[in-house]
């Protein structure tokens, strides 16, 4: 398995970002990469959906890509912030999953797909 197959949790992105942008904390300036990052899956979007003339080859390798941005800026803001996105996640999908009466929640998955 190549180094890019290899799979990784929101905690490992977090302590490379935390280390990565180690003493800049502009949280602001993030946020605006975010912004920017959802605005260009927007464009994606539309021109899958046939609403913008596509100026892509693949639009499903620019998707993919701008994704990733989105998650990057999102795991780095909270990242400088010294906060634990991956808790948070499994605590806020418990209370998704109780309030929408889903059959199990994704700490429940994360562990039967361990086993």
């Known amino acids: ?66 994704l990733a941005d989105i998650i990057h800026y999102v795991v780095a803001i909270a990242a400088i912030n010294g906060l634990n996105l991956s808790q948070t996640i499994i605590e806020k999908d418990k209370k998704a999953a109780i309030k929408y009466q889903h059959k199990r929640n994704l700490e429940e998955f994360l562990r039967k797909s361990k086993d």
Do not use: C, P
């Open 1 to 66: 398995m190549s180094d890019s197959n290899k799979s990784y949790s929101i905690t490992d992105l977090q302590v490379y970002l935390a280390h990565h942008y180690q003493g800049d904390r502009d949280e602001q300036g993030f946020f605006m990469k975010l912004v920017e990052e959802v605005g260009e899956v927007a464009e994606v979007l539309n021109q899958r959906a046939g609403r913008k003339a596509q100026d892509k080859a693949d639009l499903d390798a620019e998707l993919v890509t701008e």
